[in-house]
């Protein structure tokens, strides 16, 4: 009977993210809620060299995969790397991020592993079921698993972030057959931008339409930058286009769990709140009172955006200066 | 070359907005189906590919009940050629492992009439949500998997290349077909049903397929070949009730939500 919960670390090109720990963070959970032995695996091109860091936080073992054809995201060989990273750990629980790449190997391991799957899971009880929003966030699915072994993917900003603690887990390499390749990596365009990537925000700032123009949004960014928040926008917002869809929030764009949502000129159609409901502190600003996100908001200000917000961001700036040691 | 695409689409409730019943289980009885939001778009990927390549045929597949045949009818409605249905109640309850199965013996069954080129799905269900289950049935067939796809940027007889939208950027990724590829909203934007696919969507009659016809066992469909279950259906907590900031001036305001803000830690 397999005995092991497998926290599957996949380096976004070359590098850890914070959200690696995140995942040793729910795999701790799960381990002590099922009593069985917590490993992780680091697959990547250059695994090995970042096994270090993760095998300093709470793993008893860490496998690396590395291989030059795992350099790159491809759901095929990133699938078949984690099962072979699974069948030495002798899993009965796989744990990956809810990010794009996390999510499309998840689904790929679970039919070569012969395991149910659930995503973007938010909760992991003490029998080891776990829950997941579903119906855009309206309702909480319970899921059992049936299956002997079983693979999940956690929501971001949701499990707490491991830290480095104790002596470091060994670290053992796995051997992989990289087989006959089906897909193949030819290039990554990176985006330039200076913004904080959305689903792993703290914080995040977010205009609708509102903000009335792409001009609206510029006191906006002032306030994300004044905050270190990242940059959400309602569909309204990006229909007009004055923000690209990669901003978008809710059911047809991201879900986001920040500590901080702030939605200014966004009136909460049930739409939106599909993606932003789960954050932590909720912050309206809107002319409108009685709208949906001014009555669910934890904080609601009544006013003018283009009033309130360069008023907002010179306020934080100003005791920001304060706070710094003369 | 001519190409044999396929597009997979589910029946969804039209609304998302539902609440629970006695039972613990979504209250979705009365609510109307409807074509699952982001399939709109994998349909119309499939249909401007067919129409880039003279000769290719665009199908849409579905698992689903009876109901679920009005969803192949607005396939029809916006281009599609064909509708194939794999129902009965033996798919009922199916978690993704178990409908992604289901998929790919139809796929199977499909290929063996006729090699399949391409198969297309949309980013995710607007019930469950999961966005797995165009992987899972390529994986079931052992073909290749792209998801996230923003743009069919090549397809020919033998391969595709794509682009993702990842979180930080995009990737060029070529694949050997048949594949899968998971679609996301920024592929395109979907054409509204013609007055001749409407025409033609009335017309239209769909091969039926039961599992037993694509050589799944009864243990293997629905709810009995289901890895994860789930077993209730709850609404979120309820946020604690809101602070409203008042305040003469929106200075006033401003001040006083930083102060807020900083008390809380969140600043
Ligand atoms: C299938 C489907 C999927 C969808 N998916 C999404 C999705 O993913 N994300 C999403 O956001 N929406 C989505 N929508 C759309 C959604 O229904 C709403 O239309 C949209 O969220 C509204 O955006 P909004 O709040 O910016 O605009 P509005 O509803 O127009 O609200 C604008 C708000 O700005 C306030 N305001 C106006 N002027 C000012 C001012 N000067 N200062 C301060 N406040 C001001 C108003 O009081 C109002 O509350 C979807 C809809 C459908 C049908």
Not at chain 1, 282 to 289: L, T
Not at chain 2, 30 to 45: H, M, Q, Y
Not at chain 2, 174 to 180: D, Q, R, V
Request: a neutral charge.
């Amino acid at each position: 009977m397999a005995n092991g919960i497998l926290v599957v670390v996949t380096p976004s090109r070359g590098a850890l993210s914070p959200s690696s720990y995140e995942l040793l963070g729910a795999g701790k959970v799960l381990a002590d809620a099922l009593k069985q032995p917590l490993l992780a695996a680091v697959i990547g091109g250059n695994a090995a060299a970042l096994a270090g860091d993760i095998a300093a936080r709470g793993a008893s073992k860490v496998l690396v995969v590395e291989h030059p054809s795992l350099k790159d995201f491809t759901e095929e060989s990133y699938a078949r790397a984690a099962a072979a990273a699974a069948a030495k750990a002798d899993a009965s629980r796989v744990i990956l991020p809810s990010t794009i790449a996390g999510r499309a190997l998840a689904a790929r391991l679970a039919v070569l592993l012969k395991a149910g799957l659930a995503t973007d899971v938010t909760e992991i009880l003490a029998d080891g079921k776990v829950r997941r929003g579903y119906y855009g966030g309206n309702l909480i699915a319970e899921v059992e698993f049936k299956s002997p072994v079983a693979v999940l993917t956690v929501a971001a900003m949701t499990f707490p972030r491991a830290e480095p603690a104790g002596a470091a887990a060994p670290v053992e390499a796995v051997s992989f057959d990289p087989g006959a390749s089906v897909s193949e990596f030819v290039s990554f365009q990176g985006e330039e931008s200076r913004e904080i990537d959305l689903g792993a925000a703290e914080k995040v700032v977010a205009g609708g339409a509102g903000l009335g123009s792409a001009d609206g949004f510029k006191p906006l960014f002032d306030l994300a930058h004044a905050l270190g928040a990242a940059v959400g926008a309602s569909r309204r917002a990006v229909d007009s286009g004055w923000i690209p869809y990669k901003h978008q929030v809710g059911l047809t764009g991201r879900t986001v769990r920040p500590k901080l949502y702030v939605a200014v000129g966004i009136s909460g159609q049930i739409q939106h709140l599909a993606g932003m409901a789960a954050s932590g502190t909720i912050v309206a600003i809107n002319s409108d009172k009685d709208c949906p996100l001014m009555q669910m908001a934890s904080i609601a200000v009544v006013g003018e955006y283009s009033e309130l917000l360069p008023l907002i961001t010179a306020e934080i700036k100003a005791r920001k200066g304060h706070a710094v040691p003369a | 070359m001519a190409l044999n695409i396929i597009v997979c689409v589910k029946s969804t409730p039209s609304t998302v907005n539902v609440g629970v019943d006695a039972d613990g289980k979504p209250k979705i009885a009365g609510v109307p189906v409807a074509l699952n939001p982001f399939d709109e778009f994998a349909v119309e990927a499939a249909v401007r590919l067919k129409e880039s390549v003279p000769g290719s045929t665009a199908t849409a597949l579905t698992v689903g009940p009876d109901a679920a045949a009005e969803i192949l009818r607005e396939a029809i409605a916006r281009g599609a050629d064909a509708g194939v249905h794999v129902t009965g109640a033996e798919f009922e309850g199916g978690d993704s492992y178990a409908t992604s199965l289901a998929l790919s013996a139809a796929l199977k069954k499909l290929h063996a009439e006729k090699p399949v080129s391409i198969v297309i799905f949309g980013k995710n269900t607007s019930d469950a949500g999961a966005g797995v289950v165009g992987t899972q049935t390529a994986a079931w067939l052992d073909w290749a998997s792209v998801s996230a796809v923003k743009k069919l940027e090549a397809v020919d007889e033998t391969s595709a290349t794509v682009l993702r939208q990842m979180e930080d950027g995009v990737d060029t990724v070529k694949l050997k077909l048949p594949a899968c590829v998971s679609t996301i909203k920024e592929i395109n934007e979907p054409r509204l049903p013609s007055l001749k696919g409407k025409m033609a969507s009335k017309k239209a009659v769909f091969p039926r397929w039961t599992a037993a016809e694509l050589g799944l066992q009864p243990a293997q469909a629905g709810a009995a070949g289901a890895g994860a279950v789930v077993v209730k259906a709850a609404l979120p907590p309820a946020r604690p009730a809101g602070l409203k900031v008042e305040g003469a001036t929106a200075a006033e305001k401003a001040a006083k939500l930083v102060d807020i803000l900083v008390e809380r830690k969140l600043i």
